[in-house]
């Protein structure tokens, strides 16, 4: 859910002390558990420690289990309404290792699992004292764990528990009522938006990325994992063949901007085209950390042939971004001007095709 829905919701709210939320477990069969475990077992070794996961070895992984799901909930008119996903721990004997995240489709079938970095967030989790009280969990800050406070029922009334205070670092210390939650969230919105600020101003004018042997390195292995992932995902990306990703090369980094105050502002994230023997497949993030450092920021299912045949391609200078890190356009410059060409027309289905002014593009923006 997003957090400014969120925010609406809970204004319209006098109390959450009588509502209810729905019943709707996850009943974990032995067909769920295998689904969990394989997808944890499949990836590499490599994978584990580059990820906040808490899996040490390999040897870990031959006694897994899960433990009893979290269902994720949104708040909707006074109610606590479940969202049909669930986080779900997992342990490996008595050790706590992550959580998953597990949800089906709409048309059922299969549960999907993702694989949430939560090491540090599972291993206190695993000695909280009310941690058999939890009813749920919601997501107020778009945490990429997928959920920052807990639901406890206590005195007749739902209280959300902060898991983790990111200035003072204690786990499970703050308890809010749904009023107080809300007065926390705008704080949490206003410090978040302040960190967001001094970021920006810190890579103002770093928007030029060097590929070094570390960075391409880096990349190349992230894009070589996908051959542990499905063939659909690998027909997504433009992959027609799992030998594609044993030659691999990148193609020429291109700076994100998005706007700030109606001003264009440098993200922190470079898109990357990703090549095989000289066909482009996809395009790859790199983002540049508040430490200084360049890590990978995920791959995109975008096809890197739209950029690789576009005929001004040599004119590019970066790509603008409503939601960081995309691409909804190129900016290219000509005839000593800069000029955004919209990725994807909707309404033609053409690429490349309407190009607009800054000015312009604010105004779309505004829509």
């Given at each position: 859910?997003?957090?400014?829905?969120?925010?609406?919701?809970?204004?319209?709210?006098?109390?959450?002390?009588?509502?209810?939320?729905?019943?709707?477990?996850?009943?974990?069969?032995?067909?769920?558990?295998?689904?969990?475990?394989?997808?944890?077992?499949?990836?590499?070794?490599?994978?584990?420690?580059?990820?906040?996961?808490?899996?040490?070895?390999?040897?870990?992984?031959?006694?897994?289990?899960?433990?009893?799901?979290?269902?994720?909930?949104?708040?909707?008119?006074?109610?606590?309404?479940?969202?049909?996903?669930?986080?779900?721990?997992?342990?490996?004997?008595?050790?706590?290792?992550?959580?998953?995240?597990?949800?089906?489709?709409?048309?059922?079938?299969?549960?999907?699992?993702?694989?949430?970095?939560?090491?540090?967030?599972?291993?206190?989790?695993?000695?909280?004292?009310?941690?058999?009280?939890?009813?749920?969990?919601?997501?107020?800050?778009?945490?990429?764990?997928?959920?920052?406070?807990?639901?406890?029922?206590?005195?007749?009334?739902?209280?959300?528990?902060?898991?983790?205070?990111?200035?003072?670092?204690?786990?499970?210390?703050?308890?809010?009522?749904?009023?107080?939650?809300?007065?926390?969230?705008?704080?949490?919105?206003?410090?978040?938006?302040?960190?967001?600020?001094?970021?920006?101003?810190?890579?103002?004018?770093?928007?030029?990325?060097?590929?070094?042997?570390?960075?391409?390195?880096?990349?190349?292995?992230?894009?070589?994992?996908?051959?542990?992932?499905?063939?659909?995902?690998?027909?997504?990306?433009?992959?027609?063949?799992?030998?594609?990703?044993?030659?691999?090369?990148?193609?020429?980094?291109?700076?994100?901007?998005?706007?700030?105050?109606?001003?264009?502002?440098?993200?922190?994230?470079?898109?990357?085209?990703?090549?095989?023997?000289?066909?482009?497949?996809?395009?790859?993030?790199?983002?540049?950390?508040?430490?200084?450092?360049?890590?990978?920021?995920?791959?995109?299912?975008?096809?890197?042939?739209?950029?690789?045949?576009?005929?001004?391609?040599?004119?590019?200078?970066?790509?603008?971004?409503?939601?960081?890190?995309?691409?909804?356009?190129?900016?290219?410059?000509?005839?000593?001007?800069?000029?955004?060409?919209?990725?994807?027309?909707?309404?033609?289905?053409?690429?490349?095709k309407n190009e607009y002014s800054f000015s312009e593009v604010l105004n779309l923006?505004?829509?």
């Amino acid at each position: 859910m997003k957090k400014i829905t969120l925010i609406i919701m809970i204004l319209g709210m006098i109390t959450i002390s009588n509502a209810q939320i729905e019943k709707k477990e996850l009943k974990l069969t032995p067909e769920i558990e295998e689904v969990v475990v394989k997808e944890i077992k499949k990836l590499p070794e490599g994978y584990y420690s580059r990820f906040d996961f808490g899996i040490k070895n390999k040897e870990q992984l031959e006694h897994l289990h899960i433990g009893k799901p979290i269902p994720m909930c949104g708040i909707v008119n006074e109610t606590l309404e479940f969202g049909n996903s669930w986080n779900v721990p997992v342990m490996s004997d008595e050790t706590p290792l992550l959580f998953v995240n597990i949800w089906f489709s709409e048309f059922g079938g299969v549960p999907h699992v993702d694989l949430l970095e939560t090491a540090n967030i599972i291993e206190h989790f695993h000695n909280y004292e009310h941690k058999d009280s939890i009813i749920g969990s919601v997501c107020v800050t778009r945490s990429p764990q997928r959920m920052d406070h807990f639901i406890i029922q206590k005195d007749n009334q739902y209280i959300f528990v902060e898991i983790y205070d990111e200035v003072t670092g204690e786990y499970f210390k703050n308890e809010y009522n749904v009023s107080e939650l809300m007065n926390h969230v705008k704080e949490l919105d206003l410090r978040k938006k302040e960190a967001r600020m001094r970021y920006y101003e810190k890579v103002a004018n770093k928007s030029e990325l060097k590929m070094t042997p570390e960075i391409t390195k880096m990349l190349i292995n992230e894009a070589s994992m996908l051959k542990n992932k499905s063939d659909r995902l690998l027909s997504d990306c433009g992959i027609k063949d799992r030998a594609q990703l044993e030659h691999l090369h990148l193609g020429k980094p291109i700076p994100g901007y998005i706007i700030v105050n109606e001003n264009l502002t440098f993200s922190g994230y470079w898109s990357v085209p990703v090549m095989s023997n000289g066909e482009p497949l996809f395009m790859t993030w790199v983002r540049l950390d508040d430490d200084d450092q360049y890590r990978w920021g995920g791959s995109s299912t975008m096809s890197a042939g739209i950029i690789h045949n576009y005929e001004y391609k040599d004119l590019i200078i970066g790509s603008l971004e409503r939601h960081h890190p995309s691409m909804d356009y190129l900016i290219i410059r000509r005839d000593n001007q800069d000029i955004f060409v919209k990725i994807f027309g909707y309404a033609t289905g053409d690429y490349l095709k309407n190009e607009y002014s800054f000015s312009e593009v604010l105004n779309l923006l505004k829509k």
